[in-house]
């Protein structure tokens, strides 16, 4: 595994498919890892934060050890790309972990419904497919 923060996703949905694609997009250099919690190097990661994948509907960002789930991964995340989205996660701190999570946890539990969701898991091509585990 890597020790770069590594970023897992569910990779059917394509919400969360099109937010790697933005990540990727505004990142300001290369940044982040990429797994989904469907592949199996996902569920090797899951194993060892004692994560159950079965039951993620969250972005995950593992960093230095540490994991982050909800508005917080989703914040660690956009402070480290290109503005507006690093100034907008500066203020969006300020906001109660309550409240950011509930607004997340809404638009996670419909996000099949919202967006929709592939049959496979989405994998990348040339440079960026480096960035796939």
Request: with cysteine; hydrophobic share 40%; aromatic share 14%.
């Amino acid at each position: 595994m890597t020790e770069k923060p590594l970023v897992l996703i569910d990779g059917i949905c394509n919400f969360c498919v099109e937010s790697v694609r933005h990540i990727l997009e505004l990142e300001k250099e290369p940044y982040f890892y990429f797994a989904s919690f469907q592949t199996e190097i996902g569920k090797e990661v899951c194993r060892k934060y004692n994560i159950n994948p079965e039951k993620l509907d969250s972005i995950i960002l593992i960093e230095n050890g540490k994991t982050y789930d909800k508005s917080s991964a989703a914040l660690k995340i956009a402070s480290k790309l290109k503005f507006p989205l690093k100034q907008l996660a500066f203020f969006a701190w300020f906001i109660p972990k309550i409240v950011r999570d509930w607004v997340y946890k809404v638009v996670a539990r419909n996000r099949y419904k919202i967006f929709g969701k592939r049959n496979e898991c989405y994998l990348p091509d040339g440079e960026t497919l480096k960035r796939f585990l």
